[in-house]
């Protein structure tokens, strides 16, 4: 079974532009969780998607946003860059049963940098 | 969101055992402790989970305290390839997607 796959690995974006980062999930799977780590703040919740509907968000500006395909693949976009920005950006599927159990596999990926 | 608390380091020798503790003293009764790791340059990868009882697996076995306030990650014998940092994560399955990651262990072995 593939994995959890993300698209482009590497970006380096300016100040002010606007990013796409792409998520392609396990098969079956249908929740898609997306995540921020930065050396400082570590591994940060972002949103979460199940059936192309937001049903979690994290405490992040409005310039995060995100959505879901009907075939599980989400995008997330981020507007208006600054610095701070610049992160791994990781994804991870997974059942979305909403049980305990439930158990995420994450993406290798996408490396942001902000100059 | 539930709160975990894990050493910031340990160390280990190559093939020894490793024990890698968690205190989750406000745990609630359907949370179940699941445990993940970071190898360098990676995203996070599942190792286990368990609610009350022991559980094993081919990675790792988890230990439980019979109060649920504490886990153990056992790594039977330690690789190299074992160096990475360890998450122990609380979820009661309403967190719907958003798991708490928290510092977790850095755990280095020595060859």
């Known amino acids: 079974k593939a994995g959890v796959t993300q698209t482009p690995r590497y970006l380096i974006k300016t100040r002010g532009q606007q990013v796409t980062l792409s998520c392609s999930p396990i098969?079956?799977?249908?929740?898609v969780s997306w995540y921020q780590q930065t050396p400082g703040q570590g591994l940060q919740f972002l949103f979460e998607?199940?059936?192309?509907?937001?049903?979690n968000k994290g405490n992040f500006p409005g310039r995060f946003s995100g959505r879901q395909f009907s075939n599980s693949r989400s995008e997330m976009n981020v507007s208006t860059l600054e610095l701070g920005d610049s992160a791994l950006y990781l994804c991870?599927?997974?059942?979305?049963?909403?049980?305990?159990?439930?158990?995420?596999?994450f993406g290798p990926g996408t490396r942001l940098t902000v100059l | 969101d539930a709160k975990t608390t894990q050493p910031n380091s340990m160390e280990s020798n190559e093939e020894e055992p490793v024990h890698l503790p968690c205190n989750h003293s406000t745990i609630s009764g359907t949370d179940y402790i699941h445990w993940y790791r970071q190898l360098p340059s990676q995203g996070p990868e599942y190792v286990i989970h368990g609610l009350t009882s022991n559980v094993n697996n081919r990675m790792a076995s988890l230990a439980i305290a019979e109060d649920r306030k504490s886990s153990t990650l056992i790594l039977h014998r330690a690789t190299l390839r074992d160096a990475a940092v360890y998450y122990c994560?609380?979820?009661?399955?309403?967190?719907?997607?958003?798991?708490?990651f928290g510092r977790g262990t850095q755990l280095t072995v020595w060859p």
């Open positions: 994560i609380l979820d009661r399955g309403s967190t719907l997607g958003r798991l708490y």
């Open positions: 998607y199940f059936s192309e509907t937001q049903r």
């Open positions: 991870a599927s997974s059942l979305g049963t909403g049980f305990g159990t439930d158990t995420q596999y």
């Open positions: 098969s079956g799977h249908r929740s």
